[in-house]
């Protein structure tokens, strides 16, 4: 039983160790499978194109549908007390060119912009407006895109390069799944198989417990039962 033992501990030291190593671009901190990076309180504050483009040149985009209440989740959780009444929103990646976009405002990306509106939104300005997110609240307001305020950046995580040398001398770079991918992959055979190994301990003691008491059990495709010493008489 001692090599039981040891391979249980095993797998709930590997199940219980913290996989969060960030794979992000440069200047960008890992959170809940995404890489942000945020401007605090006292760096200058941007337009939303000069933010849009200083997201893009350091690797990332302005936050989008699909990470924006992420972004908020990470700045409030590591920013929180500096930038309650300091930093009044962050731009994100929805801009409104046209009174005509109203009618389907869409973020960056194409998706459909939803909400939620902080109240009293949306509060139209001179064309183009853009919309910021609220921090302390999670709501969203219209600015003017030419107006200044503060900034957060997201990026996904990068893969990882791994070099293939040809015969030629040439070296191709293939890319692979984010390390973290790979371990979370890694770990969930190693949880599989230890589900097979506690499976099949299970049913060795609980059929030697049977046959100890000489219970006979049938299943179908099973019949454990405990059969009597035969003397041979002569």
């Given at each position: 039983m001692k090599w039981f033992q040891d391979i249980t501990s095993?797998?709930?030291?590997?199940?219980?160790t913290s996989f969060t190593k960030s794979d992000c671009p440069p200047g960008y901190s890992y959170y809940s499978s995404h890489c942000f990076r945020v401007y605090e309180p006292g760096s200058p504050l941007r337009?939303?194109?000069?933010?849009?483009?200083?997201?893009?040149?350091?690797?990332?985009?302005?936050?989008?549908?699909?990470?924006?209440?992420?972004?908020?989740?990470?700045?409030?959780?590591?920013?929180?007390?500096?930038?309650?009444?300091?930093?009044?929103?962050?731009?994100?990646?929805?801009?409104?060119?046209?009174?005509?976009?109203?009618?389907?405002?869409?973020?960056?990306?194409?998706?459909?912009?939803?909400g939620p509106w902080a109240p009293g939104q949306p509060k139209h300005v001179a064309p183009p407006e853009c919309l910021a997110v609220v921090p302390t609240s999670m709501n969203f307001q219209v600015l003017s895109c030419h107006q200044q305020t503060t900034l957060a950046c997201q990026a996904?995580?990068?893969p990882v390069a791994i070099h293939t040398h040809h015969q030629a001398g040439e070296i191709e770079e293939k890319e692979t799944l984010p390390e973290f991918q790979v371990v979370h992959i890694v770990l969930g055979a190693m949880v599989a198989v230890l589900l097979l190994l506690i499976l099949g301990l299970t049913a060795y003691i609980f059929r030697h417990k049977l046959l100890a008491h000489g219970t006979s059990l049938r299943i179908p495709f099973l019949s454990l039962t405990k059969m009597p010493n035969v003397e041979n008489h002569h």
């Open positions: 095993f797998f709930i030291v590997m199940s219980l337009t939303w194109e000069a933010a849009l483009q200083e997201c893009i040149s350091s690797g990332g985009d302005l936050p989008m549908v699909d990470s924006w209440r992420k972004t908020m989740g990470y700045i409030i959780t590591n920013y929180a007390p500096r930038i309650e009444g300091s930093v009044p929103s962050f731009w994100v990646g929805v801009k409104i060119d046209t009174a005509d976009e109203w009618s389907s405002p869409k973020w960056l990306n194409g998706m459909t912009f939803m996904p995580l990068m």
